[in-house]
């Protein structure tokens, strides 16, 4: 028997709580890269000033990143428990699964039969 909407609603909160995790996760990851590729653009701005500026850069959106989860944690504290949404059919535009089912409140089967993996590469 399929869920309704209304089966599926859950609090806002709960789900500006988990957007505000996945930005506090992007923050740190981007934090953690900032570590990794900041002595190759000081080396660059050596050659070349205007690398310095895309350091500074990542730096910002590192920084815009933890503001906005916090900002939507913060939310999350003050939002009504009895204001509900079904947010499955806005985490079904989320193309990696992973994510998808987290903010879509999914269970297991449920995100494997909604979404189907998609492709992933590192170099």
Known sequence: MAMNSADR???ISDVTDRVGDA???LCRSCERLQGLIAPLILEAAGRHPSHLKELQEFDHICQKLGNLA????ALALVLPDDWRLDPSVASRVVTMSDLSSHLGFAGEAEAARDHA????ELF
């Open 23 to 25: 930005l506090s996760d």
């Open 117 to 120: 993996p998609g492709d992933f």
């Open 9 to 11: 609603a859950v609090p």
């Open 70 to 73: 916090d900002f939507v944690a």
